[in-house]
C-alpha cells in the first residue's frame, strides 16, 4: 500500500533521493517512518517525520547526512540521502501510521502499512 522509489547504485559521497507514495489513500494524517534492512542484519529505524512535518528525527548513524521531509499536496514523502556511505547499502522501506500527534515513532509495531522496498547501494 506504499511504493518507494529512488533507489539504486551510488558511490561513497554520492546522493540519492527516495520516495514514498501511497496506493489508495492520502498521506494527510499519517506519520511515516523509514526503516532499513541490511543483508544479514535487523531492519533498523532511520527517520520519521509527522504528519503535519513538524516534528522529524533521525537515527544516529544518519544523522546530519539523511533529511525527511513531506509534501502532502502532493501526497509524497521523501528521504534525502546525503554523504553516503558503504554502510549505508541496505534494502529502505517507508512505513505509515494513522496519528495526527507530534509524537516520534521508531519502532516497526507502530506502523499499519509498509511498502516492498527499494534497494540502496553504496559502493565504488
Known amino acids: 500500500q506504499l511504493v518507494e522509489s529512488g533507489g539504486g547504485l551510488v558511490q561513497p559521497g554520492g546522493s540519492l533521493r527516495l520516495s514514498c507514495v501511497p496506493s489508495g489513500f492520502t498521506l494527510n494524517y499519517y506519520t511515516i517512518g523509514w526503516f532499513r534492512q541490511a543483508p544479514g542484519k535487523e531492519r533498523e529505524w532511520v527517520s520519521f517525520?509527522?504528519?503535519?512535518?513538524?516534528?522529524?528525527d533521525y537515527g544516529d548513524s544518519v544523522k546530519g547526512r539523511f533529511t525527511i521531509s513531506r509534501d502532502n499536496a502532493k501526497n509524497i514523502v521523501y528521504l534525502q540521502l546525503d554523504s553516503l556511505k558503504p554502510e549505508d547499502t541496505a534494502v529502505y522501506y517507508c512505513?505509515?501510521?494513522?496519528?495526527?500527534?507530534?509524537?516520534?515513532?521508531?519502532?516497526?509495531?507502530?506502523?499499519?502499512?509498509w511498502g516492498q522496498g527499494t534497494q540502496v547501494t553504496v559502493s565504488s
Open positions: 512505513a505509515a501510521d494513522y496519528s495526527p500527534l507530534e509524537i516520534m515513532q521508531t519502532e516497526e509495531y507502530e506502523y499499519d502499512y
Open positions: 517525520i509527522s504528519s503535519s512535518g513538524r516534528s522529524t
